[in-house]
């Protein structure tokens, strides 16, 4: 069983820049859910992909979007970078099935996450 | 709004000692409770949960946690410390009353230290 990876593990971007993370979900799981981890903190959720629509988005503005792909994938894009998206962006992915207990939708497996700097 | 907050954001133990992380959370209705655990460098990997039923859950690496509906608390224990188990530590919250997959809202952290 492959768990979930992410790519690349790190980052070097200019403030205004645009990037683009990307993630493979674990085998047979259809749902993403995108972490922002600043440094010395916990992660806040940036939003959420299953069955390639968003569902569910934390605080964060426009400029943070993603997508999610026929195979699960999923990509964060963050254009018009600023210093303090620099973080560990964590992805995590989950199985969320019409008719399963909604609970078990909440185990999520995180992947090593991408360290973007912004300078 | 949900909440979550950690108590203490370092502690230190010795070697064969009783962990204790604690974890106390604010929701009108009790949430789903999480704690994960993070390794330099690495990512999230989920210690044990408590979402239904009994209120004294057992996860790897031989930690559990008990969920207290009247302190609003979900604290991390184990018995004998180990050198490994130093690391970050996570309690995380999620919405019970929703049909759907939600956000999981972090504490802060608390980093483990284990002294010999």
């Known amino acids: 069983e492959t768990g979930v990876t992410q790519s690349p593990t790190h980052l070097i971007k200019t403030r205004g820049q645009q990037v683009t993370l990307r993630c493979s979900s674990q085998?047979?799981?259809?749902?993403v859910s995108w972490y922002q981890q600043a440094l010395g903190q916990g992660p806040q959720f940036i939003f959420q992909?299953?069955?390639?629509?968003?569902?569910g988005r934390g605080n964060f503005p426009p400029r943070f979007s993603g997508l999610q792909f026929p195979n699960y994938s999923s990509e964060l894009n963050v254009n018009a970078l600023e210093l303090d998206d620099s973080a560990l962006y964590l992805c995590?992915?989950?199985?969320?099935?019409?008719?399963?207990?909604?609970?078990?939708?909440?185990?999520?497996?995180f992947g090593p996450g991408t360290r973007l700097t912004v300078t | 709004a949900q909440s979550v907050t950690q108590l203490g954001s370092h502690v230190s133990v010795s070697e064969g000692a009783l962990v204790l992380l604690r974890c106390n959370y604010s929701?009108?209705?009790?949430?789903?409770l999480f704690w994960y655990v993070q390794y330099p460098n690495q990512g999230l990997q989920l210690l044990l949960k408590?979402?239904?039923?009994?209120?004294l859950v057992k996860g790897i690496n031989g930690f559990e946690a008990e969920f207290k509906k009247s302190e609003t608390s979900f604290h991390l224990t184990k018995p004998s410390a180990h050198m490994s188990d130093a690391a970050e530590y996570f309690c995380?919250?999620?919405?019970?009353?929703?049909?759907?997959?939600?956000?999981?809202?972090f504490g802060t952290g608390t980093r483990l230290q284990v002294t010999l």
């Open positions: 995590a992915s989950s199985s969320l099935r019409q008719g399963l207990q909604f609970e078990l939708s909440y185990e999520q497996y």
């Open positions: 085998s047979g799981h259809n749902t």
């Open positions: 992909y299953y069955r390639e629509e968003e569902n």
């Open positions: 929701s009108s209705v009790p949430p789903y």
């Open positions: 408590y979402t239904t039923g009994a209120t």
């Open positions: 995380a919250a999620a919405p019970s009353n929703t049909g759907t997959a939600s956000k999981l809202t």
